[in-house]
């Protein structure tokens, strides 16, 4: 009994996995084998119609495209930025050290809606303060996130 014992700590997370993670993917993927009018709420069994219309999308090759270029340009330079911070807050620097540790942490305490609103605040036009800076050297207004060629640039960068 005593060896089973630890594995009985790990039933209630797995009972929280099995009902939030995979019922909702193996019902999801049943239902993608269906198709339903949102008036009659009949649903079709159409084997793989929804796959194929989803190939035959013309967004579909552009979303791909922009996926990869973000999975590439982020994980690689995050993964870089992580491994520096780590080197740098397992070095003896003194008070440097705490202060270094106090700025990490400081995103955390950010919710994610105002870091949102604090982005696009940042990429404004008008009154953003990265074109403020830019004019400053000349560069004409670049409208971040409005402009097809930026706008991926401008989510990387947040």
């Known amino acids: 009994m005593s060896k089973a014992k630890p594995y009985f700590y790990l039933v209630p997370s797995l009972i929280f996995l099995a009902i939030f993670t995979y019922f909702p993917i193996m019902y999801s993927t049943y239902l993608s084998f269906f198709r339903q009018n949102v008036f009659t709420l009949e649903p079709v069994f159409d084997w793989f119609y929804n796959y194929i219309a989803v190939f035959e999308e013309p967004v579909f090759r552009i979303v791909v495209r922009n996926t990869v270029v973000y999975a590439l340009g982020t994980i690689p330079i995050t993964m870089f930025l992580a491994l520096m911070t780590a080197v740098l807050l397992n070095e003896n ?8 540790r106090v700025a990490c942490f400081y995103p955390t305490m950010i919710p994610m809606a105002a870091a949102g609103m604090l982005a696009v605040w940042l990429f404004n036009p008008g009154i953003g303060l990265i074109n403020h800076y830019l004019k400053q050297f000349g560069v004409p207004t670049i409208e971040w996130l409005y402009d097809m060629k930026w706008a991926l640039p401008a989510i990387m960068i947040t």
Do not use: A, F, K, P
């Not at 620097?93 to 202060?99: A, C, M, Q, S, V």
């Open 93 to 100: 620097l003194g008070w440097i050290r705490d202060i270094y």
